[in-house]
């Protein structure tokens, strides 16, 4: 018998808000969550380490956003900063 595949959130992360949608236990369908608040970065994490106790995460994905021309920017940088400490 196989394992389930790991349960994982993705995570869009803006400068005020934050949008997070979480896989079902087959890792499918994604099911969105409500936003969560992105002005204060230590009560994010905080946030995404309960919804991750809550709903049994095991993995972040945080979304790279691409400038017009594929290239990284300041949001870019941001994103990742925030993927390392998440």
Avoid: I, Y
């Avoid at 595949?5 to 869009?12: G, K, L, N």
């Avoid at 992360?13 to 002005?39: C, I, N, Q, S, Y």
């Amino acid at each position: 018998m196989t394992e389930p595949p790991p349960r994982v959130a993705a995570v869009d992360l803006g400068k005020a808000r934050a949008g997070v949608a979480v896989a079902d236990e087959l890792g499918l369908l994604a099911h969105a969550r409500p936003f969560l608040d992105a002005r204060d970065r230590r009560a994010l994490l905080a946030a995404l380490a309960e919804l991750a106790r809550d709903e049994g995460l095991e993995r972040f994905l945080v979304g790279l956003p691409l400038d017009m021309h594929g290239g990284e920017g300041p949001a870019a940088r941001r994103a990742r900063e925030f993927a390392q400490q998440l």
